[in-house]
């Protein structure tokens, strides 16, 4: 069973129990409205519904509590979780997540499990709200929220990497020279791996973004046949088309 259906039964399960109680206190009103009126036969009744309902309650909430019986932690520590999230992502939101070993890229956040937290990390962010759908809806907001601030500054450092590297005038370089010289920054490969670069490289290409700050303007190009396999920074489309991305240049 995955994560989202144990968690579905145990919210309908909870959804019976709202309905117990919502009876209970509505009973329980109108018992105080009868002792307010002076209505005995109604208090009586009352009185009577009230403890009939209350005596059901305690044995249907133990009953509930008790049908949980999912292990998040192996959860947590297997593939399921990855699996799960990712199928999530891509049917309710159309959101597409790729694989980095044992994490997930969905720029512009690294997704980890933390299973002795029971819990997941976003980015540097403990985020215990693991049912998938919650997770797909916050990665998709993550990424419409910082996408065109991201991929402005993300242009910028790529300009500075490629006059940095290349001796042109218009200056031009392989994303795979500009992302080593990225990881000569300590902790820079950890927190962005290659797939997580490869998703930068799409959101900039993506985005509305025609020209530096300064007013340059950019080309980024795909992979020929000539071009190395390690230079490639390959990325999956939202349409499913993979995409080879080999250099970027400025003029």
Known sequence: MSLEEALQQQEERVDALLKGATRYVSTLKGWKKACQQGHISNMQKAASSASELASGLPEATSESSGAWDFDVRAYL????????????????????????????ISSPVTVRAQPGRGALALGKVSWPLIRPRVVAAELRR???????????????????????????????????????????????RKENPPAAFGQQIYALHRSDLRTTRGGRKFEIEYATGKAKERDIFTVLSEDGRPLRYYNIWFK
């Open 77 to 104: 520590e297997g593939d399921s979780w990855r699996r799960e999230l990712q199928e999530t992502a891509a049917e309710r939101f159309g959101l597409r997540i790729l694989e980095d070993d044992e994490s997930l």
């Open 142 to 188: 993550l990424r419409d929220r910082t996408a065109a601030a991201n991929s402005q500054d993300f242009l910028e450092s790529l300009l500075n990497a490629a006059i940095y590297l290349s001796s042109k005038e218009n200056p031009v370089a392989k994303f795979r020279d500009i992302y080593d010289l990225f990881s000569l920054t300590p902790g820079y």
